[in-house]
């Protein structure tokens, strides 16, 4: 095996545990997934020519992107992450309602238009952008772009979920100390 390619056991360990109690490590990985799809955004950067049309894989990665900082919200009001040293097989599923509807309305509150908007966009983790079809003829969605004032809306939101979960959220150190994300 290749001695660049092994990692110490412990250090894995440590690096699993800070990870594992970490609402920081969930908005990093939002925020990754938003600049990406930021690059795929029609308007923002238009096709060049021979280009596929990604508007799918754009909607993918801002369902993505949104559905991280909502399970970073999850770690924030103690979901636990890791369940007998394993991903805990809640933060293992994809959904953009079902961890939306679950975030203290005290804590964050999502409005109806919000809500609406992780609606629309849920067909887009199960498969749309990643395959052609999904499991069953039932999940076939009504996959349609949102206009303009929906981008902006859809910007806004996402910016109140990462503004908040910025400015109460943490890092966790590999010692397993904490470090304000502000």
Known sequence: MDAMNVM????????????????????????????????????????????????????????????????????????PVSVNNKLNPYFARHGLERYAEEIDPEIFDINCNEMALLKRLEPYLTYAGRYPIPKKPSDVAALVGYSNHEHEAADV??????????????????????????
């Open 8 to 79: 110490d056991v412990r250090l894995q360990q440590m690096e699993f545990d800070a990870a594992s109690d970490d609402p920081g490590s969930w908005l990093i990985s939002a925020l990754t997934l938003w600049d990406a799809s930021r690059r795929l955004h029609p308007t923002e950067q238009p096709s060049r020519d021979g280009e596929m049309f990604l508007q799918s894989v754009f909607y993918m990665l801002l369902a993505l992107s949104f559905e991280n900082l909502l399970k970073g919200m999850m770690v924030l009001q103690g979901k």
């Open 157 to 182: 939101f996402w910016k109140r979920l990462y503004t908040h979960l910025k400015k109460h959220g943490w890092i966790t150190k590999i010692d397993g100390s904490r470090l304000p994300m502000r």
